[in-house]
């Protein structure tokens, strides 16, 4: 969507504020208001005619200016434009700072990497290295395309003190790592997990902040652990997605197959988890839910797929694969739904021209910034 249509669009919805405003002004008063607000059409369309990117406070500092030069205006219409015209260059300023803060960050290239932070504080990144091995201590740990394993292992640790290493994905990323038990984890864009380098003897335990999907080596003797938030789940051997990622603050465990116990972090709650079913946590309160699992571990695959998700979720999504920031107009627009599946290759102009043909919104995209209008 070019800029004008941006512009014609924010200009109905200011005449709509107008319009709004001016309801319950009585009869007589009608007639001035009217006047005004024709004014304010052609005068705001005349600005920003002349608008350079993002210039909307210069633009609107200027109609204000003509504006206040008009005469014959009762005050009381007039206090009530100007609530309007105030309202309109706070939302725009806050929309100008929001773009310029975007765009000027930029995509830095460090935080586009996959780092592994070793017990030592020493942090290595994993892009782009293949066939490569890596020591902790006495521990050979093998990098190779998009996966770290440290289940070649063979030493059996003579220490006591469990020593962790912490895998961070970046937005727009993705990666897998094989744990020393043979548990293998995929972690989704933007996520974290924190692990030991070789499990105690009593228990495996790891921490999650973000997504991963879990494929958990069956040990009757040392269950499986995992710490996400307020949230912790434990299995014997299992398939599972978590997601700590929900813009709502819900956290999510979605079972595949075998059977996991599902808690919050005080083991006040507990639920029993068969496959096709999600464990749903917020604000200690813990349901369960009979899912279709595709819809949750699609990513693993390399697709998201969406059943009637808001557009604030999909957006949530979009941000930390593609490294995006959408901007929503108005809040309104945050819940439209959408239903689909789209491949995690695709371009963001792709996924958004897709979005469009079921929806009332429309996209722009400017640098790192997308507007939904």
Same mark, same amino acid.
Request: charged share 30%; glycine share 6%.
């Given at each position: 969507m070019e800029w004008e249509d941006i512009d014609r669009k924010a200009q109905r919805e200011l005449l709509q504020m107008i319009k709004e405003a001016t309801e319950d002004e009585e009869k007589e008063e009608m007639s001035e208001v009217e006047k005004h607000r024709l004014f304010f059409v052609d005068d705001l369309e005349n600005e920003w005619k002349k608008r350079r990117k993002y210039d909307y406070k210069k633009a609107f500092g200027k109609i204000r200016r003509a504006r206040y030069q008009r005469i014959g205006l009762r005050l009381g219409a007039a206090a009530c434009m100007l609530g309007v015209m105030l309202g309109s260059v706070w939302m725009l300023r806050v929309?100008?700072?929001?773009?310029?803060? *975007? &765009?000027?960050? @930029?995509?830095?290239?460090?935080?586009?990497?996959?780092?592994?932070r070793m017990s030592d504080g020493k942090q290595v990144v994993l892009n782009g290295q293949d066939s490569v091995s890596l020591r902790e201590d006495t521990w050979k740990i093998q990098?190779?395309?998009?996966?770290?394993?440290?289940?070649t292992q063979q030493q059996v640790s003579m220490d006591k003190k469990v020593k962790y290493n912490v895998l961070s994905v970046p937005v727009g990323g993705g990666y897998q790592?094989?744990?020393?038990?043979?548990?293998?984890? *995929? &972690?989704?864009? @933007?996520s974290e997990l924190k692990f030991p380098v070789t499990f105690s003897d009593s228990t495996r335990e790891v921490y999650l902040k973000g997504e991963a999907f879990f494929d958990v080596v069956k040990d009757t003797e040392h269950p499986f652990v995992v710490k996400v938030g307020s949230m912790s789940v434990k299995v014997l051997g299992t398939r599972f997605n978590i997601n700590a990622h929900r813009v709502d603050g819900v956290y999510e465990t979605t079972l595949v197959d075998g059977k996991v116990e599902v808690s919050d972090r005080a083991v006040t709650k507990r639920v029993i988890l068969f496959p096709n079913q999600q464990a749903r946590l917020k604000d200690g309160h813990l349901s369960v839910y009979d899912v279709d699992v595709s819809l949750y571990t699609s990513w693993v695959d390399g697709k998201f797929y969406f059943e009637k998700e808001s557009l604030q979720e999909i957006a949530a999504q979009l941000e930390r694969w593609y490294g995006m920031h959408f901007f929503f107009v108005s809040e309104k627009l945050k819940q439209e739904k959408f239903t689909g599946v789209v491949l995690k290759n695709y371009t963001i102009e792709q996924i958004l021209s897709i979005i469009e043909k079921t929806t009332n919104v429309k996209f722009s995209v400017e640098g790192q910034t997308v507007v939904v209008n």
């Amino acid at each position: 969507m070019e800029w004008e249509d941006i512009d014609r669009k924010a200009q109905r919805e200011l005449l709509q504020m107008i319009k709004e405003a001016t309801e319950d002004e009585e009869k007589e008063e009608m007639s001035e208001v009217e006047k005004h607000r024709l004014f304010f059409v052609d005068d705001l369309e005349n600005e920003w005619k002349k608008r350079r990117k993002y210039d909307y406070k210069k633009a609107f500092g200027k109609i204000r200016r003509a504006r206040y030069q008009r005469i014959g205006l009762r005050l009381g219409a007039a206090a009530c434009m100007l609530g309007v015209m105030l309202g309109s260059v706070w939302m725009l300023r806050v929309y100008n700072e929001d773009v310029e803060a *975007h &765009l000027t960050e @930029g995509r830095r290239e460090d935080s586009l990497q996959v780092v592994l932070r070793m017990s030592d504080g020493k942090q290595v990144v994993l892009n782009g290295q293949d066939s490569v091995s890596l020591r902790e201590d006495t521990w050979k740990i093998q990098v190779n395309k998009g996966k770290v394993d440290y289940s070649t292992q063979q030493q059996v640790s003579m220490d006591k003190k469990v020593k962790y290493n912490v895998l961070s994905v970046p937005v727009g990323g993705g990666y897998q790592v094989i744990l020393a038990d043979g548990t293998c984890v *995929h &972690l989704n864009a @933007g996520s974290e997990l924190k692990f030991p380098v070789t499990f105690s003897d009593s228990t495996r335990e790891v921490y999650l902040k973000g997504e991963a999907f879990f494929d958990v080596v069956k040990d009757t003797e040392h269950p499986f652990v995992v710490k996400v938030g307020s949230m912790s789940v434990k299995v014997l051997g299992t398939r599972f997605n978590i997601n700590a990622h929900r813009v709502d603050g819900v956290y999510e465990t979605t079972l595949v197959d075998g059977k996991v116990e599902v808690s919050d972090r005080a083991v006040t709650k507990r639920v029993i988890l068969f496959p096709n079913q999600q464990a749903r946590l917020k604000d200690g309160h813990l349901s369960v839910y009979d899912v279709d699992v595709s819809l949750y571990t699609s990513w693993v695959d390399g697709k998201f797929y969406f059943e009637k998700e808001s557009l604030q979720e999909i957006a949530a999504q979009l941000e930390r694969w593609y490294g995006m920031h959408f901007f929503f107009v108005s809040e309104k627009l945050k819940q439209e739904k959408f239903t689909g599946v789209v491949l995690k290759n695709y371009t963001i102009e792709q996924i958004l021209s897709i979005i469009e043909k079921t929806t009332n919104v429309k996209f722009s995209v400017e640098g790192q910034t997308v507007v939904v209008n």
